[in-house]
């Protein structure tokens, strides 16, 4: 089973670029990369994913290494509402349980003013 | 759009009293999920439906059931609430069945917040 391993917590200025760092060393050659945030009361928000490239949408972009073995989400100009709770997921389990979506503790993004 | 759609945001029971959480999607999304998030135990899957007409247990799903009504929505019951039953739940969707092999992110809803007394 992949596993992620995120710092726990990060800070950011408003305005600066945050970029949050994932590892997943043990990942498999067909599993993606996804983040997820959650604010404060909130569902958690689908942000991005990949599986080899890097990406880019209207949110982040993601940065994953040749090896697959880590990535990076990166906020771009990050703001205030930005402060959330970041999940770098992949597959955790198996065996028949591949709907099982696993958030583990993720980073704590504070962006400051 | 509005995505994922739970009613009600808030719920207080007591111990033995049923209730339904309501999930409406307006996606098309074939597939759709019932999680519960307690605090150091992170999303735990309850019940999911892969597609009309079909659903399944997921990890923990003792004290619920479930009814996929029609590709639109996914309703969580639960018959007799019990106090280890207060938690957040949250309905999601995604395109097809999600796997961390498949193209397919889940989308969320706000959540319920249910405490049962």
């Known amino acids: 089973d992949a596993k992620t391993t995120q710092p726990p917590s990060m800070d950011c200025a408003e305005g600066r670029a945050a970029n949050l760092p994932c590892n997943h060393s043990t990942i498999s050659g067909n599993e993606y990369v996804y983040w997820y945030r959650q604010i404060h009361s909130q569902g958690p928000q689908y942000i991005i994913h990949?599986?080899?490239n890097n990406e880019t949408n209207e949110m982040a972009s993601l940065i994953i290494t040749e090896d697959r073995k880590s990535s990076t989400l990166i906020l771009p100009h990050a703001t205030l509402r930005d402060t959330a709770v970041y999940y770098c997921i992949v597959r955790l389990n198996s065996g028949g349980s591949n709907y099982k979506l696993t958030f583990g503790k993720g980073t704590l993004l504070t962006v400051n003013p | 759009n509005a995505g994922v759609t739970q009613t009600p945001k808030f719920q207080v029971l007591k111990t033995g009293q049923s209730m339904t959480l309501q999930c409406a999607q307006d996606?098309?999304?074939?597939?759709m999920y019932w999680y519960r998030q307690d605090p150091g135990m992170g999303l735990r899957l309850i019940y999911y439906?892969?597609?009309?007409?079909?659903?399944d247990k997921g990890e923990v799903p003792n004290g619920y059931n479930v009814s996929r009504l029609n590709k639109r929505e996914f309703s969580l019951r639960l018959e007799s609430a019990a106090p280890s039953q207060t938690s957040v739940y949250f309905c999601a969707s995604s395109e097809m069945l999600w796997s961390g092999s498949y193209n397919s992110p889940l989308h969320f809803g706000n959540g319920t917040r249910l405490t049962v007394t």
């Open positions: 990949g599986l080899k």
């Open positions: 996606m098309n999304h074939n597939s």
């Open positions: 439906s892969a597609s009309e007409g079909t659903t």
